[in-house]
């Protein structure tokens, strides 16, 4: 749908938005509202990718919900759970890290706080494969991770450390690419596929923020 | 930002997030994704810290969308490791459990408001029960999140406290002395 | 002209009392290859990391003697897997990370770009990610990579690591057109059979020290195999007890053999 076509700010912002109204506007109809646009949202991403993964991480909370609390409240919280699920769920969905990173770029902003972010995205799956190949080897060590609670804790140090310690010995190699290739040239990077922006995006998102101070506002008064 | 520290945080970010793999295949219910943040803190000081605490939040999010308001705890635990590391406290076993011990009750403290004014005190199944216990046994509602939180979060700190330190000490001499913090952390500076 | 001078650099790294580089004078002029190389730990690496800027700056440590460049450098290390920018979804974006970290115009970057995957005939891999690609795939990736950023000074740190006999048959023709180009070229590597064809002088150093510099002859001299450092053929040539001196490649044999 039209999310992989809006820019990454504006991504953003309605993801922060519809949480934030969520939790502003009163209760019930307010998170109703809010909760019904995100997932009309999630759905647009599909039922694999959006629908499906919103509802199942939704699901669990108002049925703890409902044992700890009397039916109202239960739906007051409900539902702003679902407005911050899906909206996350949502944006998970549409938004491309690199192009958060060209957006960035293309604003002359500093690209830090986006490579940290994409960098990490780059590393999680790396260093999962890496513990897990950690884990068979030790298992054909004949580790046993099981039995008594000192047991399993020094089975898990044998399994984390070299985990860890691979890891920042990656980071002295990581280090001087990064080095290399000049990231800290000092010149000014070159987007090199800036999304594109329009008027409205930049008019809505603009929206987005002075509707929720006004709501604020209006909630507070 | 230095080069060193750019590089170090998205792998400090990406260890808090890759860790559930050996918890996973230990069985123990730890979390253990605040490692990266002590870690970098422990390394590189306070700033670094909240940084990559920060970046493990809105990554984890990806995953998990009800991580991101505890973005907070997350910048907590990096301030408490600061004030950790500056007094050596990674030195032992005996000085960092404790410590770690100390940090599951802040951090408890702290996430236990954002468990209940977001998540009426259903941020986890674990939670939500344990909290449905306390209720039972006539504590006031806050009392009964905190409870809930403080269960999982005890142990989970005391963890992974040690095995920063376990970290800290098998450093290489070389690597450690590139990082300003490192040898202060554990009283050898 | 010369490129890269190294003037009795002594190296040491943060918190150690051997030094990793002892006295070592080298340099590699236009349009030259020169190769270093020895047994593990002899000092290779570090040569390359203190030739590119790299050492004492970034890895910390103290460093005697002087180090002159004439040209931007850029390196090749040894482990692909690190060198990965983090912010590249595609191959051609991984390649086209560093010029745009030099704020190079856009037609520009375009044009390295894609003569740099050419080169390593990446071209049916442009819109693969970097995550789904082999080790010797990544390696040409990060080649292609530092050779878009054009710099006048190529290090490389055992850059066939990962790749096959093919791939890394093409490395060092690639090699041989960058120098042509008039880029300097200094190499570490332990693909000693490669070297009789592909480098111009040969360093020789032993721990942190330079024990002898030549031509690529050094590979079938006597000391150097004994070292473990000669090629297959001389290696074999001595072992099976045949006089000096030894051939240094498969066509001196048979020379010699005649």
């Known amino acids: 749908m039209t999310g992989r076509r809006l820019h990454p700010f504006t991504l953003l912002a309605i993801a922060g938005a519809l949480p934030a109204l969520a939790w502003i506007l009163p209760a019930p109809a307010g998170g109703a509202c809010t909760a019904a646009v995100a997932l009309v949202l999630t759905a647009s991403r599909g039922l694999r990718r959006g629908l499906w993964p919103a509802v199942l991480t939704a699901a669990p909370f108002w049925v703890f919900l409902r044992l700890l609390h009397d039916v109202p409240t239960t739906i007051a919280i409900g539902l702003r759970i679902t407005t911050m699920v899906a909206s996350f769920v949502w944006l998970a969905a549409t938004l491309a890290p690199d192009r958060l990173v060209e957006a960035t770029v293309a604003r002359g902003w500093s690209v830090t706080a986006a490579y940290l972010f994409a960098a990490t995205i780059t590393a999680v799956p790396m260093l999962r494969g890496r513990a897990r190949r950690i884990v068979e080897a030790q298992r054909c060590r004949g580790l046993s991770p099981r039995g008594s609670l000192g047991n399993r804790l020094r089975a898990l140090r044998a399994l984390a450390l070299p985990l860890v310690l691979s890891a920042l010995h990656d980071v002295d190699e990581r ?47 | 930002m230095s080069i060193r520290v750019l590089a170090l945080i998205p792998v400090a970010a990406a260890i808090s997030l890759a860790l559930s793999a050996a918890v996973d295949a230990v069985a123990l219910p730890l979390f253990l994704d605040t ?131 376990s970290v800290l000490h098998a450093l290489p001499r070389r690597t450690a002395a590139r990082f300003p913090w490192a040898l202060r952390a554990i009283g050898a500076a | 002209m010369k490129s890269l001078t190294l003037e009795r650099v002594s190296f040491w790294y943060p918190a150690t009392e051997a030094p990793a580089l002892r006295d070592v004078s080298l340099d ?100 693969r990610d970097p995550a789904t690609l082999s080790g010797g795939e990544l390696q040409r990736v990060i080649i292609a990579a530092t050779l878009a950023m054009d710099s006048g000074l190529v290090l490389f740190d055992e850059p066939a690591a990962e790749l096959d006999a093919e791939g890394a048959r093409k490395l060092w023709r690639l090699i041989r057109v960058l120098a042509k180009e008039g880029k300097a070229v200094l190499l570490a590597t332990s693909a000693l059979d490669a070297l009789p064809d592909v480098a111009d002088r040969l360093v020789w150093l032993e721990d942190g020290a330079v024990r002898a510099v030549g031509t690529p002859e050094l590979l079938a001299d006597v000391a150097a195999c004994d070292a473990g450092l000669g090629t297959s053929v001389a290696t074999v040539w001595g072992a099976s007890g045949l006089p000096g001196p030894y051939p240094l490649t498969v066509a001196h044999a048979v020379r010699r053999w005649r």
């Open chain 1, 175 to 221: 280090a001087l690419a990064l080095e290399t290739r000049g990231m800290v040239s000092g010149a000014r990077r070159t987007p090199l596929a800036p999304p594109p922006d329009s008027a409205v995006e930049r008019a809505a998102r603009w929206a987005l923020l002075v509707a929720c101070v006004a709501a604020l506002i209006w909630r507070l008064k």
């Open chain 3, 28 to 127: 590699v002029s236009q349009g030259e290859i020169v190769a270093l190389v020895g047994a593990v730990g002899a000092g290779a690496s570090t040569v390359l990391l203190a030739a590119g800027d790299l050492a004492p700056r970034l890895t910390g440590g103290r460093i005697v003697g002087t180090v002159s460049r004439r040209e931007r450098s850029a390196i090749v290390l040894p482990t692909p897997w690190t060198q990965v920018s983090g912010l590249a979804f595609t191959v051609w974006d991984e390649v086209a990370f560093g010029p745009a970290n030099l704020g190079w115009p856009t037609h520009e970057i375009a044009r390295q770009v894609d003569r740099a995957l050419e080169h390593l005939e990446l071209g049916p891999l442009a819109t």
């Open chain 2, 35 to 165: 490692t990266g943040t002590i870690l970098a803190t422990a390394l590189a000081g306070p700033g670094v810290g909240i940084a990559t605490g920060v970046v493990t939040s809105a990554v984890n999010t990806l995953r998990n969308p009800t991580f991101w308001p505890f973005v907070v705890v997350q910048i907590i635990v990096a301030l408490y490791a600061w004030a950790a590391a500056r007094a050596g406290l990674f030195r032992s076993f005996r000085t960092a459990v404790p410590a770690g011990l100390g940090l599951g009750v802040i951090a408890s403290v702290t996430s236990t408001p954002i468990s209940y004014l977001v998540f009426g005190c259903t941020t986890t199944g674990g939670i939500a029960l344990t909290t449905a216990l306390g209720k039972a046994l006539g504590l006031p509602p806050l009392g009964a999140c905190f409870f809930g939180s403080f269960v999982s979060d005890f142990g989970d700190k005391a963890v992974t406290f040690a095995l920063v330190t």
